[in-house]
């Protein structure tokens, strides 16, 4: 390699993708065999271009290449020896299963889920909370089928579903799953593994008789809202207590039919005096006050928060591929780097909203300043943050000796 291509010190570039260890990409690379057949263009070059265009919010696979040409010199600490070339982008995006940046990112979660665990700015009302929702990302129909009757003018766009369940506490994914727009949000129910005592919270999109009768068997208590069109039998009401807050309009044991099944539920009616609006929450716990039930559900903003911090942050607008499997392996990408940014915010002791301190590393890639040290202290002389050895940093200042 020539002298061109070895500059001394860690730009910032490199100092994130220090928190990816190789060893895991390999070993997830390994187990799906997506180096079987490349010579070049292996699954950890692949995600270094991903991870560099993802960061850059890089919008074509063109700009890809020049931003690769511009690094150049550089290759070497993204532990690469060539830019790739837009053909061998978009072949690997297409024939590279997203399956394995999916092991990738549950690989990293598992080394990092300590060091996030108490990353949240929301303390749950409960403790060991799970949170599932889902978001759309619209894309073009014939890539995958949208929700809704077409418009009139029979166009309607498509979109991929991101499923998701969190950890309350960690503020990122635990368990993803995609489908189009058009499949109906319980499906990805089935999908959970919770253990006996867990609690989950979800929209009433999800609303699953049959799964509520098994998670009664299996001691899972869930909390949503029960739907408008709902039919249902009162069983009992419960008395309230003189500390319930006047909020909570009723406590009740309802029956509801799933065809030849029926499911009893409890059933509570809550009063927002924000909204001037009565909310009926279903669940199968007694043993939660009712005010505490209410309290949970409110917990549920938190993954509407998580899907709009992903959303703003990545450019989940713009996809470097028109296939399905691309258009998963960017998402999985963006949520890789999510989970890294989460570790890194963990690490500081200056306090950063999430948006801003990534607007601050996007711009700063390519420098040769100490990540950690720079973010506790933007403010510092450039020699006191550079990540160049002192001998490098005496070459290009003292220049008078």
Not at 105 to 129: E, F, H, N, R
Not at 137 to 158: H, P, Q, V
Not at 325 to 341: K, P, Y
Request: proline share 2%; charged share 30%.
């Amino acid at each position: 390699m020539s002298k061109t291509k070895k500059i001394s010190g860690q730009s910032i570039i490199k100092q994130v993708l220090n928190y990816i260890d190789p060893s895991i990409v390999n070993d997830c690379a390994l187990e799906h065999k997506t180096d079987r057949y490349t010579k070049k263009f292996k699954t950890y070059d692949h995600l270094v271009t991903m991870v560099v265009s993802v960061l850059s919010n890089i919008t074509s696979l063109r700009d890809i290449t020049n931003v690769f040409h511009a690094l150049e010199g550089k290759l070497n600490h993204l532990n690469l020896n060539h830019f790739p070339k837009r053909s061998t982008i978009s072949d690997a995006n297409t024939r590279r299963t997203s399956a394995v940046f999916e092991s990738i990112y549950y690989q990293l979660l598992k080394k990092y889920v300590k060091v996030i665990s108490d990353s949240s700015k929301t303390k749950p009302a409960v403790k060991g909370l799970k949170i599932v929702d889902s978001s759309t990302i619209s894309l073009f129909g014939d890539i995958l089928k949208g929700a809704g009757r077409n418009k009139l003018e029979g166009k309607k766009k498509g979109g991929i579903k991101v499923h998701a369940m969190i950890d309350a506490l960690a503020d990122v994914p635990t368990l993803i799953k995609f489908s189009s727009a058009a499949t109906h949000d319980h499906t990805f129910l089935k999908d959970l593994k919770l253990e006996q005592g867990s609690i989950v919270v979800f929209d009433k999109g999800y609303n699953d008789y049959t799964q509520y009768a098994q998670w009664n068997n299996e001691g899972v208590s869930y909390i949503t809202r029960q739907k408008r069109n709902a039919k249902y039998i009162s069983l009992e009401e419960f008395d309230l207590s003189k500390d319930a807050p006047d909020e909570i309009l009723k406590d009740e044991l309802i029956e509801a039919d799933k065809g030849d099944e029926k499911v009893w539920i409890r059933r509570i009616a809550y009063w927002d005096e924000q909204k001037k609006k009565v909310y009926e929450f279903i669940t199968n716990n007694i043993y939660l006050e009712p005010d505490k039930i209410a309290d949970i559900y409110k917990n549920r903003w938190q993954i509407e928060l998580l899907f709009k911090r992903l959303k703003q942050n990545f450019p989940l607008k713009y996809f470097l591929g028109d296939s399905q499997n691309a258009i998963e392996i960017q998402i999985w990408v963006s949520l890789i780097i999510q989970l890294i940014m989460l570790v890194i915010k963990a690490k500081l002791n200056k306090k950063w909203s999430f948006s801003n301190m990534v607007s601050v590393v996007r711009f700063h890639l390519a420098s040769y300043l100490d990540l950690i040290k720079f973010l506790n202290d933007p403010f510092r002389k450039w020699e006191e943050i550079s990540s160049k050895p002192p001998d490098q940093l005496k070459l290009n200042f003292d220049l008078t000796g």
